[in-house]
């Protein structure tokens, strides 16, 4: 694989059978679960680290990636799921639940049904099929996922602490 390849299917993972797009979406949660254990106060400045380089790798290396990976396999770039879940997460973190593994289950289920329904404005910014669309349809999605785990976690203290 060329290192467009590489970067843009997140080191393989979007070349995982079952929808990659799930599988790209993984990274920033698993290192939020991690690290909101280990180490909270360390989320905000990962899940901003894991949106700049998921934005500047799906501008940059996605349209080389999916030119040579050809047109019928376009979803395995999920560069842009990466930084739009890491957008999410990021939201979520800014608000430091206590609970790590509700409001980690939250964002991830809140991004994935974002990112399939893809609300007004996000089917717009993706239909142009090249690293900007791309990426503007997963961070619309992350966007949405944040704001409304931001307001469930602060309706529900309960659950999210």
């Known amino acids: 694989m060329r290192k467009e390849e590489v970067l843009a299917t997140c080191?393989?993972?979007?070349?995982?059978?079952?929808?990659?797009?799930?599988?790209?979406?993984?990274?920033?949660?698993?290192?939020?679960?991690?690290?909101?254990?280990l180490a909270p106060a360390a989320n905000v400045s990962v899940m901003a680290l894991f949106l700049v380089v998921g934005s500047w790798i799906c501008v940059k290396y996605a349209p080389a990636a999916l030119a040579s990976l050809g047109p019928h396999r376009e979803s395995m770039v999920v560069a842009d799921r990466m930084a739009g879940q890491a957008l999410a997460m990021l939201m979520i973190a800014l608000r430091n639940p206590t609970n790590i593994c509700n409001s980690m289950a939250l964002g991830f289920a809140l991004f994935r049904l974002f990112d399939i329904i893809?609300?007004?404005?996000?089917?717009?910014?993706?239909?142009?099929?090249?690293?900007?669309?791309?990426?503007?349809?997963?961070?619309?999605a992350?966007?949405?996922?944040?704001?409304?785990?931001?307001?469930?976690?602060?309706?529900?203290?309960?659950?999210?602490?």
């Open 11 to 37: 080191f393989g993972l979007g070349l995982l059978p079952f929808v990659p797009a799930v599988w790209g979406s993984l990274p920033p949660v698993v290192t939020y679960q991690v690290l909101g254990y």
């Open 118 to 140: 893809r609300p007004w404005p996000c089917k717009l910014l993706a239909r142009k099929l090249a690293g900007i669309g791309l990426l503007g349809g997963a961070l619309g």
């Open 142 to 161: 992350g966007f949405y996922a944040g704001v409304t785990a931001y307001i469930v976690i602060w309706l529900s203290p309960f659950y999210f602490g």
